[in-house]
């Protein structure tokens, strides 16, 4: 199947979670990324069973803290 991962599309195994998707990507710090499919956020507690589907767009988010 073709999903988009930041832009860019690619092709994975068919109805892959979002959690191995997180492991091929090698996202980095993978307990603070948010992740959104098709602009819908995806609580972490869902990352082992969401599955993807063909033409799924996915982005990772970091949300940072910091200034005074």
């Known amino acids: ?3 988009t991962v930041a832009g ?4 994975y195994e068919d ?3 979002v959690a191995k998707l ?4 090698k996202v980095e710090t993978p307990q603070y ?3 959104s499919v098709n602009e819908e956020f995806i609580d972490s ?5 969401r599955r993807l589907n ?11 803290g910091g200034g005074r």
């Open 33 to 35: 990324v948010t992740v």
């Open 54 to 64: 063909d033409g799924d767009e996915v982005e990772f988010l970091y949300f940072m």
């Open 1 to 3: 199947m073709k999903i």
């Open 15 to 17: 109805q892959i979670t």
């Open 8 to 11: 860019e599309k690619k092709e």
């Open 45 to 49: 507690a869902e990352f082992d069973t």
């Open 22 to 25: 997180i492991e091929l990507e």
